[in-house]
């Protein structure tokens, strides 16, 4: 499984991007997909997931700003960031997983937001 994640880059306090990850290879056993962040000095953690039947799941600090979606004939999943903060600024991680446990990873897309 590869997966290519695109759409970062610098956006003012506000602002909105939208990520997207394409997956490729042999896909029949990912189950759930999803974007994860990584700021300067921290870890990497949860931003939100997406199940293939779209069951969704949110952190909380990114709850009523960010959308998840996936389009399952695309093979691809999307991140729609809204009303984004300096806080957001991270590089953004695309995440596949399947029904056995397995973790695939994009290579990571910088998101800058500016104050």
């Known amino acids: 499984v590869q997966l290519q994640a695109s759409g970062g880059g610098l956006v003012q306090t506000g602002g909105s991007l939208r990520l997207s990850c394409a997956a490729s290879?042999?896909?029949?056993?990912?189950?759930?997909m999803g974007w994860y962040r990584q700021a300067p000095g921290k870890q990497r953690e949860l931003v939100a997931t997406?199940?293939?039947?779209?069951?969704?799941n949110y952190a909380d600090s990114v709850k009523g700003r960010f959308t998840i979606s996936r389009d399952n004939a695309k093979n691809t999943v999307y991140l729609q960031m809204n009303t984004l903060s300096p806080e957001d600024t991270a590089v953004y991680y695309c995440?596949?997983?399947?029904?056995?446990?397995?973790?695939?990873w994009g290579q990571g897309t910088l998101v800058t937001v500016s104050s």
């Open positions: 290879g042999i896909l029949f056993s990912i189950n759930t």
């Open positions: 997406i199940t293939r039947r779209g069951s969704t």
């Open positions: 995440e596949a997983s399947s029904v056995a446990g397995s973790h695939y």
